[in-house]
């Protein structure tokens, strides 16, 4: 039982002349014996809490970003209507700042026997499974003056997805993917190759080419083009170590390496690869392998939903030993990693050349634009510091990058909002130079 702020108004302005607020509110309705009556008349015809049958229903994933409705539907199975205040209780995350109280909170009234449907809308501002907690429903009587209070526990989870922000970039990659194919494509016989289509022939196409069946029926000589050979493999591999945890902005680098990853499986996967991801720091986080080129990416996504960066040094040994037996056949291994001199340099460095002399190795990193602010800045002695000490710290990066590319690797360093796009196009220059 709770009583509310019209009871303490009554009871308060009922019992002044008495003066006896030390007494508390037993006295207090003890005097005032009117509204004593009425109080207990109003708690008696508030409905019960706990019978109330409570049920959810609605989404269970949304991307970060997006809103999530859970719809809750109370049933009162009283003979008594029900007036309520009803607090539907989520974790901090679910919600944008400052809006968590207007939000999970609601008023309703439910005829007895009956049921009645309310919508919380969640906006979750981090990745992961948001996990329900209790529901505090407050029942008051006809006139307001008691109520009664009691708890409900509905399970229910919302899968908040990677936001997937770079699949903007998607259509124009997709067009020149498919100028690509047409550049390069193949004019040869035999085994391995795919069936493009008919052109008419000029001047130093292959003569093995002709179709001699296609020339009799037109006017003009006709040559077959056939596609380089598809189903190629590429593995993504996330490093959650300690370094995928620096933030850029308002986000994790390992965020902004999973936008990357996406838009790079997307792309992919309409090319006709086969796309299999590894998340790894000392153990494997997550592992998505032998998809479908339409289960590829909803498979991706859901995966990633649940990544955290772990606070420890990733296992470069480890690594690379799971890779390898994830790729055992000649791939295209995208590392999304720090560019740092110490980790790259004591932890990736020796053992890279197990990954390139079977696979093409392709190292993706996310840069912080605040760098390169600071090494722009003047103006002042403390400009001028932080300017060197940006300049120091993009040189360090060039000389890891280099080191990598002596090695035969394909280095992209961008920022976060230019990485994806930056990986894809890596990606395409690989295709169009014959290296995949």
């Known amino acids: 039982m709770a009583l509310t702020g019209r009871t303490a108004l009554l009871a308060a302005l009922g019992s002044l002349p008495v003066g006896i607020w030390g007494a508390g509110w037993a006295g207090i309705l003890a005097v005032n ?5 009425a109080c207990a008349c109003d708690f008696a015809l508030a409905a019960p809490v706990r019978r109330l049958g409570l049920t959810r229903s609605g989404d269970t994933s949304a991307r970060l970003g997006d809103p999530a409705d859970i719809t809750l539907t109370v049933t009162n199975p009283s003979r008594r209507p029900l007036r309520a205040h009803l607090r539907d209780a989520w974790p901090p995350s679910s919600w944008q700042p400052g809006t968590e109280t207007e939000a999970s909170r609601h008023h309703l009234t439910v005829p007895p026997g009956e049921r009645r449907r309310i919508t919380t809308r969640l906006r979750p501002t981090r990745r992961g499974d948001h996990h329900t907690d209790r529901i505090t429903i407050r029942s008051y009587g006809p006139l307001g003056l008691l109520s009664r209070q009691g708890t409900h526990r509905v399970p229910w989870t919302v899968r908040v997805l990677p936001a997937f922000t770079s699949r903007k970039h998607l259509p124009s990659k997709l067009a020149r993917l498919r100028e690509l194919d047409g550049r390069t494509s193949v004019l040869t016989r035999g085994e391995g190759t795919e069936f493009d289509s008919l052109r008419e022939y000029v001047p130093g196409d292959d003569t093995r080419s002709i179709d001699w069946r296609a020339t009799a029926r037109h006017s003009s000589v006709a040559v077959r083009t056939w596609r380089p050979e598809r189903d190629r493999h590429i593995l993504l591999v996330l ?3 300690r370094t995928s945890a620096g933030r850029v902005g308002d986000a994790p680098r390992l965020d902004a390496s999973m936008d990357a990853a996406l838009l790079l499986a997307a792309l992919a996967s309409r090319a006709g690869d086969r796309v299999d991801l590894l998340a790894y720091d000392r ?66 460095l020796p053992v890279l ?27 002042n002695a403390e400009a001028v510091y932080e300017a060197a000490a940006a300049a120091q710290a993009q040189t360090e990066r060039h000389r890891t990058a280099d080191q990598l590319r002596r090695h035969g690797v394909t280095v992209v360093d961008a920022t976060p909002e230019q990485l994806a796009p930056a990986l894809a196009d890596a990606y395409l220059a690989l295709k169009a130079a014959g290296r995949l």
């Open 353 to 379: 050349p197990q990954l390139t002399q079977r696979h093409t190795v392709l190292v993706a990193s996310v840069a912080d634009p605040h760098i390169a602010q600071m090494a722009a800045s003047r103006g």
């Open 283 to 348: 153990r494997v986080r997550a592992l998505v392998q032998g998809r479908t080129a339409r289960d590829v990416l909803p498979s991706l996504v859901n995966a990633m939903a649940t990544l955290e960066p772990e606070l420890v040094e990733t296992n470069a040994r480890g690594l690379t030993a799971t890779a390898l037996r994830t790729a055992p056949r000649r791939s295209l291994i995208v590392l999304m990693t720090t560019l740092d001199a110490a980790p790259v340099e004591e932890g990736l």
């Open 239 to 241: 490093d959650t170590g």
């Open 33 to 37: 014996a009117p509204l004593a009556l």
